[in-house]
């Protein structure tokens, strides 16, 4: 008995640590999603969020304005792209996101790298 019990958490966690948690701000009607300054070389949007999806191995945030930016961890990769063309990896120090902290004071918060943005 120990071991079926045993075997059936096993197997709860480990098949849902494979699937993915997606949480999209249009399809639950959320009326104030993050809103981000999103730069690349000399333009900037102001955009919201659109997605948030993470897996065990990766985590991937879309945005309104056309943004996607990607980490994975096996293989590991950092990747964006703006209405589905590839930002090269070499352009990347171009790249800039924060987060508001409010949307009428307009206080940007975080470091402005893409892939943590809480730094």
Known sequence: MKTSILSAIGVFCF?????????????????????????????????????????????????????????TLEPYEQYASWNGSRIPSDQHKHLRCFEFEDETLMQVIGSGNCWSPKD
Do not use: M
């Open 15 to 71: 098949s849902s640590v494979s699937h993915a948690g997606c949480y999209n701000w249009e399809d639950h009607n959320y009326k104030n999603p993050e809103h981000h300054l999103i730069c690349f070389k000399n333009k900037c949007d102001i955009t919201r969020i659109d997605y948030i999806c993470s897996t065990i191995n990766s985590v991937n945030r879309g945005f309104e304005a056309g943004w996607q930016i990607v980490e």
